[in-house]
């Protein structure tokens, strides 16, 4: 299952809604398809059962925001499964205006109809782990330096700016610090139910499913604060591209296994498939968890994957480019790079 949080105009304003994508065709970079209102649609099943006030029971029930609707059922897709399974038999994406809600809402949507956010809006924790030896190899070996033998002994991260996320198809702005701004190739697992000391075995459940993360990355600003060995700053914080949707695990599968591919306007850069993880997403999970309670919406990015930003294969994005991070049972996350400003660099002290 593919759960979104999508964005549609109203006369009042924009309004964020919890969505379940259903694709009919098309490619993974042009895909077909429609957008069920989770809400108003389990809201249209309980006016059809008879139930009173279906509109409250289902905010009550199915809450229109996704990290609401984890923080009540877990992992679990009950009710979303109920949604889809009604959603078939209606057949009520062959014609989204022919069913409404009890109050005359619309429930789907095309997927050219709506703008994709972020699927998870509050994430509470975002961290970045390095999971990809080779990758790790090619960059330390650029910049003369070798893995940390602490790398093959325990899991490692940053943090990031939750705050700085960007959905599919939003424009990523260039800072006005950086000459060297690079994209890299990442998924991300996210939290579904929250948990403490969660056993290496149990911790697939609580992962709500996968998505895809672009940790952009201001090069020439990193390599300063690399230096200092407290982890990336404003070498990362500017942006984190997150989406287009979350896919459940049942239908990832292995995320080690998945084909990725980079696209530059419309250029293919690179492709990989993960390979091997010195450290799975089960393994990062309970390592985080051990005497650290982890809540509902964080983010475990697996770290680039082999051959998965432009300074492992020297080639560098530019203002205007359209960036496309592809996986297999994933789909397309896509963003446009902006133009940089003429802001000055207020931190740079005059000579």
């Not at 109809?113 to 509470?124: A, H, K, T």
């Not at 403490?196 to 609580?206: C, L, N, Q, S």
Request: glycine share 10%; charged share 25%.
């Amino acid at each position: 299952m593919k759960l979104a949080t999508f964005r549609i105009a109203t006369p009042v304003g924009p309004f964020d809604r919890l969505g379940v994508v259903r694709l009919s065709g098309g490619d993974a970079r042009h895909p077909a398809g429609h957008v069920i209102d989770a809400n108003f649609a389990f809201a249209a099943i309980g006016a059809e059962q008879g139930m009173p006030n279906p509109n409250l029971r289902a905010d009550a029930y199915c809450p229109a925001d996704l990290q609401s609707y984890a923080d009540l059922h877990g992992c679990s897709l009950d009710i979303l499964d109920q949604i889809v399974a009604w959603a078939e038999a209606e057949d009520i994406c062959a014609d989204p205006t022919a069913r409404s809600g009890p109050r005359g809402e619309r429930i789907v949507y095309g997927l050219d109809e709506v703008q994709f956010r972020p699927p998870i809006q509050r994430v509470p924790v975002l961290r970045d782990f390095a999971s990809f030896e080779d990758h790790l190899k090619t960059t330390f070996g650029k910049m003369g330096l070798e893995i940390p033998a602490v790398w093959y002994e325990r899991p490692t991260a940053f943090k990031g700016n939750p705050t700085t996320l960007y959905g599919h198809d939003q424009t990523v702005p260039w800072p006005s610090y950086t000459e060297k701004l690079d994209y890299e190739l990442e998924l991300a697992a996210v939290i579904g139910m929250p948990g403490v000391d969660i056993d290496v075995e149990r911790a697939g459940e609580h992962v709500l499913g996968y998505t895809l993360l672009n940790d952009f990355s201001a090069r020439d600003v990193q390599a300063g604060e690399m230096a200092m060995s407290t982890g990336p700053y404003k070498g990362k914080d500017f942006a984190w591209g997150l989406g287009p949707w979350i896919v459940t695990p049942d239908e990832v599968g292995d995320p080690a296994a998945l084909t990725m591919r980079v696209f530059v306007n419309g250029e293919m850069w690179a492709e990989s498939t993960p390979g091997e993880m010195q450290w799975t997403f089960d393994e990062v999970i309970s390592y985080t968890s051990q005497d650290e309670p982890l809540n509902v919406g964080e983010v475990f990015g697996s770290g680039t994957v082999n051959r998965g930003c432009g300074f492992e294969i020297d080639r560098w994005i530019q203002p205007g480019d359209i960036v496309e991070l592809e996986a297999d049972r994933v789909g397309v996350l896509r963003h446009t790079i902006g133009h940089p400003g003429d802001r000055p660099v207020r931190w740079r002290r005059p000579s």
